[in-house]
């Protein structure tokens, strides 16, 4: 069964920092171009960011979190990460990691290019 499961969510100041992990299991990851989604309460799901499986596996992300979140992979764990600083209030939301084509341009970091289901999500709340 292919399964991705996000962890590391949680709640945090403006202006904290958690790092998300996303981990596969019965697939290998780096085929794939993978990516981080979020949505808030009432808003459409948004792509946050994505990494693509190309080797030095180039990445993308949404204009409100350049600068401050940054993704990566471990091949060997088979796991993706995002490291989220500087976190802000419009950064809570539900987030997900979700698989994309293989050799899908991760600058193209959008929900609808989405291949197979979603998962539970990690929930990350920044407040005061």
């Known amino acids: 069964q292919l399964r991705l499961v996000e962890s590391g969510g949680g709640s945090v100041q403006p202006g904290g920092s958690l790092r998300l992990s996303c981990v596969a299991s019965?697939?290998?990851?780096?085929?794939?171009?993978i990516g981080w989604f979020r949505q808030a309460p009432g808003k459409e799901r948004e792509g946050v960011s994505c990494?693509?499986?190309?080797?030095?596996?180039?990445?993308g992300y949404a204009d409100s979190v350049k600068g401050r979140f940054t993704i990566s992979r471990d091949n060997a764990k088979n796991a993706v990460y995002l490291q989220m600083n500087s976190l802000k209030p419009e950064d809570t939301a539900m987030y997900y990691c979700?698989?994309?084509?293989?050799?899908?341009?991760?600058?193209?970091?959008?929900?609808?290019?989405?291949?197979?289901?979603w998962g539970q999500g990690t929930q990350v709340t920044v407040s005061s």
């Open positions: 019965g697939f290998t990851l780096n085929r794939y171009t």
């Open positions: 979700a698989i994309l084509p293989p050799g899908h341009d991760a600058t193209l970091c959008v929900a609808e290019k989405v291949s197979g289901s």
């Open positions: 990494i693509s499986n190309s080797i030095g596996g180039n990445t």
